[in-house]
């Protein structure tokens, strides 16, 4: 049986305060009675995290008062008290910014009141309402953990699902009678998406409903209201879609951030922080193939204007950054390089014929490369007769090309396909965007690249996956 909750909404969201007929900036007084700190913060939700936004300080009247000559920005803000950084919350919305809260330091969130704010109003009575109603939930749903009875169990499913439609009926009331309210708009995207019957076995079901909440996800969430930027829903929400409803592949994270942006453009905030974030996210992934994202957000965001938020300098690094890995990514047809063996022969990476192709970057005097020189003989050792060739670049030049053959009979590196480049013709530190060494990259029979950024110890373990791949796919 699929059952949606329908008290994942926010937690502990709860604000107050009162509201003078002013126009311009804001004025909100906040009486926390109880309390004998002589300080509270004002803090906001800006994506994944929450910002100080001021250090409010205890008036002789006793009260705080958080005021300015600019409007805030929409959004759901926090009232942090310290020392134990208990918080309420606050809506902050546009026209609605003079308004007065007057709450217990016990448990402030339960004991507010409010004057003045048309939006909090209409929050907290709405909070109200689950609040009656969740442990009334909470109880019955403890009862049937421990139920055994069938009879029984049949009786307070039938109460949960009772309350259940209730607060659905008043979910889907509220949201149609304050369509035009912030308020509104919060509690209709918390509202979780109404799924439909399946048919099938229940494996079936599960699969089907996986696909219909993903492909309805956004249904009650306008991702182009920049107010929702402000709120502790909107990143994880969008973070949820790309990172646990994707494939983790990157034809699919590509497909799926760029509908998250497509949807943000009307809410140019929202539209820069998840371009930076996916940007800087992929940059820095530690999972194979995954800068084929990386690549696409600098070509189609940032290389095109798009990214006005960049500075000259900032945007030519990202977008020579792109252009260097793009020719490398997995699926691409590996650069060919011309290289020397050591007798002098010249030799290119496409001339060498066998199933499978380890090109690896090294150098004699990099700590990284000699720990992983015990692993990579083994690998040699084991996959040499199921395909592999080992085609071994040693990056340095000039008179140090000696120490490279050194350091390849010190060690008996045998088998392998040992080459130079003495004066760098071959361009593979650029072609190959070598920065740092070891590096690795698996190439197939048409010398197309099928895996790279792997460390020496992980080869065994991907080769072998590889192959398997192969064989079946040869079967099919």
Not at 402 to 419: A, F, M, P, Q, R
Request: charged share 25%.
């Amino acid at each position: 049986m699929i059952r949606n909750s329908l008290f994942l909404l926010l937690i502990s969201i709860v604000p107050i305060f009162a509201q003078a007929q002013k126009s311009n900036g804001y004025e909100i007084s906040i009486q926390i009675n109880g309390f004998s700190e002589k300080e509270i913060y004002m803090a906001y939700h800006l994506g994944e995290k929450q910002y100080i936004k001021d250090t409010l300080r205890k008036q002789s009247n006793g009260s705080f008062l958080f005021k300015g000559d600019t409007p805030l920005e929409s959004g759901i803000y926090l009232v942090v008290l310290p020392p134990d950084n208990n918080y309420f919350q606050l809506i902050i919305e546009k026209g609605d910014q003079f308004f007065s809260v007057v709450t217990e330091a016990k448990d402030p969130s339960k004991n507010i009141q409010i004057k003045g704010s048309v939006e909090n109003k209409l929050f907290y009575g709405y909070m109200n309402f689950l609040a009656e109603k969740r442990p009334q939930s909470e109880a019955l749903n403890n009862q049937l953990k421990e139920e055994k009875d069938s009879i029984k169990i049949k009786e307070i499913e039938e109460a949960i699902d009772k309350i259940d439609k209730e607060v659905e009926q008043f979910q889907t009331s509220f949201v149609a009678n304050n369509a035009n309210t912030f308020t509104g708009a919060i509690i209709k995207a918390n509202t979780p998406i109404k799924l439909p019957e399946f048919s099938g076995t229940e494996e079936e079901q599960q699969r089907e409903a996986f696909y219909y909440n993903r492909d309805h996800f956004f249904d009650n969430m306008d991702l182009g209201d920049a107010r929702f930027l402000r709120t502790p829903f909107l990143f994880e929400r969008v973070n949820t879609y790309v990172g646990k409803l994707q494939v983790q592949v990157p034809d699919s994270l590509i497909k799926a951030i760029d509908y998250v942006l497509e949807k943000t453009r009307n809410a140019q905030e929202s539209f820069r922080y998840f371009a930076v974030h996916y940007l800087n996210e992929y940059a820095n992934s530690k999972f194979v193939g995954m800068d084929a994202v990386y690549v696409h957000l600098a070509e189609k965001y940032y290389a095109s204007g798009q990214a006005p938020w960049v500075d000259s300098t900032q945007l030519a690094k990202i977008v020579e950054n792109a252009i260097a890995l793009k020719p490398i990514l997995i699926g691409k047809l590996a650069p060919n390089i011309k290289m020397q063996l050591r007798d002098g022969s010249p030799i290119t990476l496409h001339d060498v014929k066998s199933p499978y192709t380890l090109l690896y970057f090294w150098r004699y005097d990099c700590g990284h490369c000699k720990e992983s020189m015990p692993d990579l003989k083994a690998f040699y050792e084991e996959y040499k007769n199921k395909g592999v060739k080992i085609f071994a670049v040693c990056v340095k030049f000039n008179d140090e090309i000696g120490d490279c053959w050194k350091y390849v009979d010190e060690n008996k590196l045998d088998g392998w396909i040992h080459t130079v480049d003495p004066y760098l013709r071959s361009k593979f530190y650029s072609l190959y965007n070598v920065k740092t060494t070891p590096q690795i990259f698996i190439l197939d029979k048409n010398k197309k690249i099928i895996s790279k950024g792997i460390g020496a110890p992980q080869l065994k373990e991907v080769m072998e996956k590889i192959i398997e791949f192969d064989k079946k796919a040869s079967i099919e």
